[in-house]
């Protein structure tokens, strides 16, 4: 099962209009991470802002990654897209009870692979993830993005529907269309049920009166894999290795944005350094990074 990002024109081709319905996506999410539902409403709100802006990745290697670091009961919540949109994000605190973002900032790194990534951080304005990925665009982008995105929940607290509008008003559009866009984001308080209801196609259709769009897939998708975790460990270093192993009888990383475990033994270490003598091999990085990746 896949989600869907769809692209269109609204407005005489003068407001660029995506639609995301990141349903699947989020449900995988809520159920690997075990998130109570205001979690998974905020990390699902948040994970749809960053599909839709994965989605103007130009590279083929590019990546995107957000940062939301702020004092709300849910804490950190990390969300990375690439320009094939597989998402992938962890939230500190799975069980909050609220989605409120506190006081915070959020940071945007974007990696065009170019060698330089380009950092943006803007403080957190008002609680709400919309309006804080609106008050970023206008920050980056010097263009007002005007964005509604939801999550609904079934009885047992599952999603049952998930996905954002966005709404871009092209360089030289019109006021008239300016405010079209606006009024839209206005007009769709109630964007959750429609989506439930009707569906993003029908949503198009119906709404905005759209007859033609492009459809690019989505989904979750992590890029971990046990021989990247493999060379992050032998970056470190055998000494520090086989302490590790020494102390703990393995070692085992967790990737917090798929939930998998990995985890080594002596064999596989002797695999990593063949040749070399134990004990000679000098520790790189900090050594304890283990627990993130
Ligand atoms: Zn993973």
């Not at 075990?34 to 979690?39: I, K, L, N, R, Y």
């Not at 802006?53 to 990390?78: F, N, Q, Y």
């Not at 196609?201 to 971990?224: M, N, S």
Request: hydrophobic share 35%; glycine share 10%.
């Amino acid at each position: 099962m896949s989600d869907k990002l769809l692209r269109t024109l609204i407005e005489d081709g003068q407001v660029s209009l995506v639609a995301v319905n990141s349903t699947e996506t989020v449900r995988h999410a809520q159920i690997i991470h075990g998130m109570s539902a205001p979690a998974a409403r905020l990390f699902g709100r948040v994970l749809t802002a960053m599909t839709y802006m994965s989605c103007w990745l130009k590279e083929e290697t590019g990546e995107l990654s957000a940062s939301i670091k702020h004092r709300g009961e849910a804490g950190e919540v990390c969300v990375s897209g690439d320009s094939r949109l597989r998402m992938r994000g962890y939230i500190y605190n799975p069980a909050a009870s609220t989605d409120v973002l506190g006081k915070g900032y959020m940071t945007v790194v974007r990696d065009d692979d170019y060698g330089k990534p380009f950092v943006g951080t803007c403080e957190l304005v008002d609680g709400d993830a919309d309006k804080d990925f609106e008050y970023y665009y206008r920050l980056s982008e010097q263009l007002p993005t005007y964005i509604r995105t939801d999550v609904l929940f079934d009885e047992r607290g599952l999603c049952k529907a998930a996905g954002g509008i966005f709404l871009q008003p092209m360089p030289g559009a019109s006021e008239i269309a300016v405010q079209a866009a606006q009024n839209f984001r206005e007009q769709l308080s109630d964007f959750g049920e429609r989506l439930e209801k009707q569906g993003m196609d029908g949503i198009l259709k119906a709404f905005f009166g759209v007859k033609e769009w492009t459809e690019t897939p989505f989904a979750y998708g992590c890029r971990c894999s046990r021989e990247y975790i493999a060379g992050v460990l032998s970056s470190m270093g055998e000494k520090e290795l086989r302490d590790i192993l020494r102390s703990e009888g393995k070692i085992n990383v967790h990737c917090h944005y798929c939930g998998s475990d990995y985890d080594f033994f002596e064999s596989d270490i002797d695999k990593m350094f063949p040749h070399a003598p134990e004990g000679e091999e000098a520790g790189k990085g900090d050594g304890r990074e283990t627990e993130r990746i």
